[in-house]
């Protein structure tokens, strides 16, 4: 079965970086378009960021514009998501997601049959 394991998550400062890391396994990795989510406490899963299966196309939500980058590794089965000037509001449980397929990016969490576990992402100002 598929199975997605994030790492990478932990505490930092407002201004700081974290690079999570999503290593698939149980899939044909390069047939899915890679997702990063996040749910805070008592709030709704919000979509981050997708890549879809070559890295070739990149998507982002608004607030995370300029600060956030998505990238793949086929060859590992892992995608990364590369976050800098972290802002307190950041502060979530980062998920990771599969998708199957190379055509349309989405940012639905309903359209991705796959998830992590979570790792905690904690920013303090």
């Known amino acids: 079965q598929v199975q997605l394991v994030e790492s990478g998550g932990g505490s930092v400062q407002a201004g700081g970086s974290l690079r999570l890391s999503c290593a698939a396994s149980?899939?044909?990795?390069?047939?899915?378009?890679m997702g990063w989510f996040r749910q805070a406490p008592g709030k709704e899963r919000d979509f981050v960021s997708v890549?879809?299966?070559?890295?070739?196309?990149?998507d982002y939500a608004d607030d995370v514009k300029g600060r956030f980058t998505i990238s793949r590794d086929n060859a590992k089965n892992t995608v990364y998501l590369q976050m800098n000037s972290l802002k307190p509001e950041d502060t979530a449980v980062y998920y990771c997601?599969?998708?199957?397929?190379?055509?349309?990016?989405?940012?639905?969490?309903?359209?991705?049959?796959?998830w992590g576990q979570g790792t905690q992402v904690t920013v303090s100002s």
């Open positions: 997601a599969a998708k199957y397929g190379r055509t349309l990016l989405t940012r639905d969490v309903p359209d991705f049959g796959s």
């Open positions: 149980g899939l044909t990795f390069s047939m899915y378009s």
């Open positions: 890549i879809s299966w070559n890295g070739a196309r990149t």
